[in-house]
């Protein structure tokens, strides 16, 4: 066995993400007021449908089985909130603060996002579908089995963060940035990148050859390289 053949076979396949698996429109869910959401308060299979609402802030609350449709907030704070098994779908809001947020087994689908604060968030175990994110903050956050499909993202700021598992299919991605951030299987041939700021900070990721030609001027430019 040559060289080749055993650096090949040392090199294994990215890992995708292990995503959650729950029906969508859970039954026996309540149906609940957004007064309901207040902070340091638990909140157990309920339903919040088709309301708006300024500001509603759930600092340090719980939420557990619960389903969030067809709502308009202009700023939701969520931090050192945990949340699993819950449902966001058709939402939106200018200001999703969920810092340092504990959040597993959830979906979000339809949603529109201003600035996303998620810095020192643990997220596990996340679907993302046809979502629009202005800024998504994961600055020292860490986030394992997530996965982004069909969303369209103005910035990705995963400076210092630690990212396992996550993939991005047919997703824009306007600017990248992955500075001191460890990566472990991070797919990102699904995804459409426009600027990557620090492109040595990209080992742990997956790329195609066609990315990488793409985006051989932003290569050449980080590094200090001059085309002509």
């Excluded at 067809?70 to 200018?94: F, G, K, M, P, W």
């Excluded at 969920?98 to 597993?104: C, F, K, L, Q």
């Excluded at 201003?114 to 679907?127: R, S």
């Amino acid at each position: 066995m040559n060289l080749w053949t055993l650096t090949m076979a040392a090199i294994r396949d990215t890992q995708p993400p292990r995503l959650p698996k729950f029906p969508m429109g859970g039954e026996g869910l309540i149906e609940s007021r957004l007064s309901l959401l207040t902070a340091e308060d638990d909140q157990d299979s309920r339903r919040f449908f088709d309301q708006q609402a300024s500001t509603i802030d759930m600092t340090a609350a719980a939420l557990l089985n619960c389903e969030f449709r067809n709502l308009a907030i202009d700023t939701i704070i969520a931090e050192r909130t945990h949340v699993n098994h819950v449902l966001v779908d058709s939402c939106r809001t200018a200001l999703l603060g969920i810092r340092s947020i504990g959040m597993e087994n959830s979906i979000a689908v339809h949603c529109s996002f201003g600035a996303v604060q998620a810095n020192t968030a643990k997220i596990i175990g996340m679907e993302i579908r046809g979502c629009r994110i202005d800024y998504l903050n994961c600055r020292d956050a860490i986030c394992r089995d997530i996965m982004f499909r069909d969303c369209e993202i103005g910035e990705l700021d995963g400076n210092d963060a630690k990212f396992s598992r996550i993939a991005f299919a047919g997703t824009r991605i306007d600017v990248l940035s992955l500075q001191h951030a460890i990566c472990a299987d991070v797919d990102l041939r699904g995804a459409r990148l426009r600027e990557i700021r620090n492109v040595d900070s990209l080992h742990g990721t997956t790329m195609s050859l066609e990315q990488i030609a793409d985006l051989s001027e932003v290569f050449a430019r980080s590094i200090g390289i001059r085309t002509q």
